[in-house]
């Protein structure tokens, strides 16, 4: 535990994890992904989606994820914020590699000690005294460069590769796509660079995209497009936030995991919250994969729904409001 006016970062912590009542004095959560983000505010934590460039702390905590790029740029992150000699805390199941993960890191720093209990493993070691940022930003994963536009990093869906279905459902945008529009689960802004690209009725743009890291790549790519419509960047949870705005026209690809497990009911929120915010004779253009049966919900909430295309394992609906 930190000692009395000690704070430690506490990278990828949620709080649907067992932490003590104590920590929420000591900690201050980075957390990018919204959901995970909103849940550790609402039990009292302090969090941040990314750390003020000033910020040292006392002492750190990593608890790893599935994506092996941004585990290490949490890391690296660490390096940074804390103080020289303060101590580094790393945990992560033996699924998520963590032995292999370890052996990374020691290759950087000396690692003070271990332990294994329930298919998991936590190591620590003290902040090295001679680190410098040189050596520091070199250890970051470098991101990824797309059609000379997109920049994406790891951690983010379909780093450094377009998504097959986004790409089918960007052929269906051209008679489509007019107004105001919102895209829902943004990414790094692959869905709306094709609409500014493809038609020419559109009047501006809202994007909304839990993963702050993406959301701020999205920025970045829309800024390198030059855009000249409005455009707005939230960052928002589709799922359990309410979107403020109203559309003709919603462009999706939603996500169909909660980390490894397959879960219909995520797709089934963002056709919910498209259905809510659309004017009526709004259209919504989505893909999803071709084994999800999301037609009832679409049939549900809709006048019109059809079938564009069926292709490459993938479904692409214009449903009518």
């Given amino acids: 535990m930190p000692r009395n006016g000690e704070t430690f970062l506490a990278c990828g912590i949620s709080a649907d994890r067992l932490l003590d009542d104590q920590w929420k004095q000591n900690l201050n959560c980075l957390q990018p992904w919204r959901p995970d983000w909103l849940l550790l505010k609402k039990h009292g934590f302090h969090a941040e989606p990314r750390v003020p460039e000033d910020s040292r702390y006392a002492g750190g905590m990593l608890l790893l994820g599935k994506h092996r790029g941004r585990n290490e740029a949490w890391f690296a992150e660490l390096l940074q914020r804390v103080l020289p000699g303060g101590w580094i805390v790393v945990c992560g199941e033996k699924k998520l590699g963590i032995d292999s993960f370890r052996k990374w890191v020691g290759n950087i720093a000396e690692i003070s000690d271990r332990m294994s209990k329930n298919h998991a493993v936590v190591f620590w070691l003290r902040r090295p005294e001679d680190i410098d940022d040189d050596f520091i930003d070199a250890l970051r994963p470098q991101y990824s460069a797309i059609d000379e536009i997109f920049r994406t990093e790891p951690g983010m869906f379909s780093h450094g590769v377009i998504d097959k279905g986004s790409a089918l459902l960007a052929t269906h945008m051209k008679d489509i796509v007019f107004g105001n529009v919102a895209d829902l689960g943004a990414g790094w802004g ?11 009725r559109i009047k501006a743009i809202d994007l909304f995209e839990a993963d702050y890291e993406a959301l701020d790549a999205a920025y970045g790519n829309l800024e390198r497009l030059g855009a000249t419509v409005p455009l707005t960047f ?5 799922t359990s936030e309410k979107i403020p705005g109203i559309y003709d026209t919603i462009i999706m690809n939603p996500p169909f995991h909660e ?3 397959r879960d219909v009911s995520l797709g089934q929120s963002f056709i919910a919250a498209a259905a809510s915010r659309l004017k009526p ?4 253009l989505m893909v999803a994969n071709r084994q999800l049966p999301y037609e009832a919900t679409l049939k549900g909430l809709f006048k019109h729904v059809n079938l564009l295309e069926e292709a ?3 479904k692409v609906f214009d449903a009518k409001k």
């Fill in 190 to 200: 692959y869905l709306t660079v094709q609409c500014l690209k493809l038609s020419d």
């Fill in 234 to 238: 939230n960052w928002h949870d589709v």
């Fill in 312 to 314: 490459q394992g993938f």
């Fill in 259 to 261: 980390g490894r497990v």
């Fill in 281 to 284: 004779g709004g259209r919504l």
